[in-house]
């Protein structure tokens, strides 16, 4: 998603095996997939090239993303201009849009894609371009954090009996599923490149805490600089079978949608089909710890696209 974030305490979260029960799938292919302060990165070859760290991130609704250094270095030409904004709605930017002939990952090459150059964070180390949720469009995408393995597979979700399998939107090409706090049923995104759980700030009147909102950090967006809170509620938070007891969570100001980020996607095996609008989740425990206590916590920001910049629409 917009943020790329490296928290302590608060994504202290119960690492543990995971026997992974497989959707209907052929043609496997598997690659490591490298978790540094929470965010899962894979190695992937451009035009032949490489291979080059990229991070995967549900929450950006394109293909690709590169930076400048790696659009120079391998001489991407020019493919238009595509329209950014962030969540808030508040921010635009145009930025130019590169060609990628040829872009591998895990032993799938992926053609003809149309690249966002732009400036990526630097604070997880050397990152030379982020892979998008719409880029596994035509695949099943697993990300399988307990075994740090990225999965590419034909093949179908259906919707189960045991609530694993669970329904999901994206109008921005970003999933949103649904999780429940008490009685409330709130949208949430499915965020490999977010942080933590967040919640909007205009959700907290309808929500019981077992301790005040405590200022926690800074976040921003592509116009807007805001602060962030923290608390623990009182209830917990469910996603499909799982549950999170009475977790930390981030309070934010800024963005309409809850954000459900890489530190509590940390003990699933999250399974993506695109085509169906489907999400298997396999853990090995329901009942889950975020957190004891908000920590210091540094934010850097990354936009997301637009609906018009997913579809990298030439401006002007």
Not at 92 to 111: C, K, M, N, T, Y
Not at 263 to 286: E, W
Request: glycine fraction near 10%; aromatic fraction near 8%; charge should be negative.
């Amino acid at each position: 998603m917009h943020f790329f974030a490296r928290l302590g305490g608060l994504c202290a979260i119960l690492l543990t095996s995971l026997a992974l029960s497989l959707p209907a799938q052929d043609n496997l292919h598997s690659t490591r997939m490298e978790v540094i302060h929470d965010k899962p990165y894979v190695m992937v070859m451009v035009n032949g090239k490489g291979p080059f760290r990229f991070v995967v991130d549900t929450g950006t609704g394109g293909k690709a993303f590169v930076t400048p250094e790696l659009a120079d270095e391998l001489g991407l030409p020019p493919a238009g201009v595509a329209r950014l904004t962030d969540p808030s709605g508040m921010g635009e930017q145009h930025v130019p849009v590169v060609l990628i002939q040829s872009l591998e990952v895990a032993g799938v090459e992926f053609s003809g894609i149309k690249a966002i150059r732009h400036l990526l964070p630097a604070g997880e180390g050397p990152c030379q371009g982020l892979l998008g949720f719409t880029l596994f469009r035509d695949y099943l995408l697993t990300l399988d954090y307990p075994a740090r393995r990225l999965m590419l597979a034909t093949g179908f979700l259906a919707p189960d009996a045991e609530d694993s399998v669970l329904p999901f939107r994206m109008p921005e090409g970003v999933p949103i599923a649904t999780l429940r706090i008490g009685v409330l049923r709130i949208e949430a995104q499915l965020d490999s490149g977010g942080s933590g759980l967040s919640l909007p700030e205009r959700l907290v009147p309808l929500l019981e805490f077992s301790s005040d909102p405590v200022a926690f950090g800074n976040g921003q967006s592509l116009s807007t600089r805001y602060r962030i809170k923290a608390a623990k509620l009182a209830s917990d938070v469910h996603l499909g079978r799982y549950s999170f007891a009475q977790p930390f969570v981030e309070i934010n100001p800024a963005f309409p949608l809850a954000n459900f980020g890489s530190c509590p996607m940390q003990n699933f095996a999250l399974t993506f089909d695109q085509k169906n609008l489907l999400v298997r989740i396999d853990g090995s425990s329901k009942v889950l710890h975020l957190g004891t206590t908000p920590v210091d916590v540094r934010l850097e920001n990354a936009p997301m696209q637009s609906p018009a910049s997913a579809g990298l629409v030439p401006v002007g």
